[in-house]
């Protein structure tokens, strides 16, 4: 756990400042989903597939139900407890899991168990960069058709051409706009705020809707009606898992003072104004949000800005796509597949291509699909509820096994946090067939291809190891004449520092030549997100001119192996590059006979196949000299 975070009357002047700018500069990544829910969240509830009649009592028991949503699960359950469990300060699901998996004298079952949560989870997440986009920036521009409804024809292909514009940004990195996203969004959440209050001041008695009776009420006369609501009011609270997954940008504190004293505050009031404004005048659901506009003339404006503030919004899932790609391949859990960095100062700024045009054909697929943001609303909640239900038993997890709370105290947090999260899921379910399916077959989708690639590379793995020889004995053998020794130095990377590379043995077969100098180079990435210099070698001197190299590398950090192996000269081992060869193994998976019994169920095994066939090699992702490498191949069939 973390240590207590000073106050802010304690915090002297300059890091008052700081804190302003880095919470200035979070209102343009963190909250931008959930800062956009306004757009759809009171439109569904009152006009969707189960609406709601609009009577006082009915508006007011929405906004208490929207108010404690709020409250409970994403200032209470995110921001004051769940980012309080960071991982050498990152959050998000995949630092969660690695803090779950940490338990002592955990079954090898419960380990396991623990990593599948933790990754469907992770894999909801991209269902989540493809519906956030299309629902935010469509239903934006959806208010031109409360400008004119002679516009309507043109919401989907307007919709589209942003999206696409968008995407193909994305090589030239956020860091040259990124300086502009904090305060586009501290006006878009000032003008939420003006919205709302210009509307409550006409019709004060919504205020009264931060009582939890009036949605304690609204349960007690509809009952099903009122569950099925929860499936829209939902919408409000999406995003709230990116206070803490976007927590290692910009520190706990940073976001807990933007939310509590910025974002919650004019977020909550633009409801309170659309519910103002829908009893005021009942045909204002069509669009409540647009509708707040006080004139006519700052319709086309309010147009625009919600249009900006939803591009930067899918930015930032977008952005959070790449970094979970890039975490889940130093995991092992996906192939290496190019990543790009686009800014020489910010690591965490990536780009990867694959990713990218992959997400693209599936939004625009989605938005040509669904047509609408009332449609989309179907699809939209029952992945991030789910990956919210997931965030909560791992932080149980955390706060039993590492924090040491009682069973009492712990089971208590369980019990509270999972009855929300369940409620919240479960009126979500009846949308499965509305467009829910497609998410939740994307997650599953993209769970498959993570964990077969986590179980393939084992069997691999394990199927290498049995073939290997023990490095003691080989270099024992030396010792008594072996193969010519030719000057230079040769590198040859192992999961096994114990055992003899692949490639070395086949080296040996083929051009019976030994270098002079032999490194044995292992890289491990560790459940942290980022590995200081200071560990990132270590170096052991074997016999016979053997050396081995251990290169250590966080979830989060760029793997640069020349940058490595320079820190290396600090241990007494200092590389010429021009004189040093690289060599890989390069392992051709072929699929066993149906006759043969195999471990891997075998459409496992076929995509395990075409995944290996098609990753990025060693050399392109270690950032290695092509001209200096050499890979040797030899065919492995699965066990």
Request: charged share 15%.
């Amino acid at each position: 756990m973390t240590a207590t975070s000073m106050t802010a009357a304690d915090a002297p002047h300059g890091e008052h400042s700081g804190l302003a700018a880095t919470a200035l500069a979070a209102m343009g990544v963190v909250f931008g989903d959930i800062g956009t829910s306004p757009l759809y969240t009171i439109k569904e509830v009152f006009g969707g597939p189960h609406a709601v009649e609009v009577t006082p009592d009915n508006v007011l028991g929405i906004l208490s139900l929207v108010f404690w949503a709020l409250t409970i699960t994403v200032s209470m359950k995110y921001v004051l407890f769940i980012m309080r469990a960071d991982n050498k300060g990152e959050g998000g699901i995949m630092a969660l899991t690695a803090l779950a998996s940490r338990t002592a004298n955990a079954s090898p079952r419960s380990l396991w168990l623990m990593s599948a949560l933790g990754i469907f989870g992770a894999a909801l997440f991209y269902g989540d960069a493809v519906i956030t986009p299309a629902m935010s920036v469509l239903s934006a521009v959806e208010g031109l058709e409360v400008v004119t409804p002679v516009l309507t024809p043109y919401i989907v292909p307007s919709t589209v051409a942003i999206l696409i514009a968008l995407f193909l940004f994305q090589r030239h990195g956020t860091a040259a706009v990124g300086a502009l996203f904090g305060p586009i969004m501290m006006f878009w959440f000032a003008t939420l705020g003006l919205l709302g209050l210009w509307n409550v001041i006409q019709y004060p008695a919504v205020l009264a809707a931060i009582n939890p009776w009036y949605g304690l009420a609204f349960f007690a006369e509809h009952r099903g009606l009122a569950y099925l609501a929860l499936g829209s009011v939902v919408l409000a609270i999406t995003g709230g898992e990116a206070l803490y997954a976007d927590m290692g940008h910009f520190g706990r504190r940073s976001i807990k003072w933007a939310w509590f004293a910025f974002v919650f505050p004019l977020l909550y009031l633009n409801y309170l104004g659309q519910g103002a404004l829908i009893l005021n005048d009942p045909k204002a659901i069509e669009n409540p949000f647009f509708l707040l506009a006080p004139s006519e003339m700052l319709l086309i404006p309010l147009v625009v800005l919600a249009t900006v503030a939803t591009v930067i919004a899918s930015q930032a899932v977008i952005s959070g796509a790449f970094s979970l790609t890039s975490q889940a391949m130093q995991l092992g859990y996906c192939p290496r597949i190019q990543i790009k960095f686009t800014s020489e100062r910010e690591k965490g700024q990536i780009y990867v291509p694959n990713i990218n045009w992959l997400l693209l054909l599936t939004v625009i697929i989605v938005v040509l699909g669904f047509r609408s943001s009332s449609n989309l609303a179907s699809a939209y909640g029952i992945a991030v509820t789910l990956t919210m239900m997931i965030d909560t038993i791992l932080a149980f997890v955390v706060v039993r096994a590492l924090w040491k709370w009682s069973w009492p105290r712990a089971a208590l947090f369980l019990v509270f946090f999972v009855v929300v999260d369940f409620a919240f899921f479960s009126a979500n379910v009846i949308k499965i067939l509305d467009g829910g399916w497609f998410p939740l077959t994307l997650g599953f989708t993209v769970f498959a291809l993570l964990s077969t690639w986590k179980l393939g590379r084992k069997l691999l793995y394990e199927k290498l190891r049995q073939d290997s020889i023990p490095l003691e004995a080989f270099i024992a053998s030396l010792q008594e004449g072996g193969p010519q020794r030719v000057d230079g130095t040769g590198v040859f990377m192992t999961a096994d520092p114990d055992s003899v590379p692949r490639a070395l043995l086949h080296n040996l077969y083929h051009n019976k030549v030994l270098h002079e100098r032999v490194v044995l180079l292992n890289v491990l990435t560790e459940d942290v997100p980022y590995v200081p210099e200071s560990r990132r070698v270590r170096v052991d001197v074997l016999d016979a001119g053997f050396h081995r190299v251990f290169v250590r590398y966080g979830f989060k950090d760029d793997p640069d192996l020349p940058r490595a192996m320079e820190l290396c000269a600090e241990q007494g081992l200092s590389f010429e590059m021009m004189e040093t060869s690289f060599f890989l193994g390069r392992e051709t998976v072929v699929t066993m006979p149906i006759s043969k019994r195999a471990r891997m169920a075998r459409w496992r095994q076929i995509l395990f196949t075409w995944m290996f066939r098609n990753a990025d090699t060693a050399t392109a992702f270690f950032k290695l000299p092509p001209n200096r490498v050499v890979e040797l191949g030899a065919q492995v069939e699965l066990s």
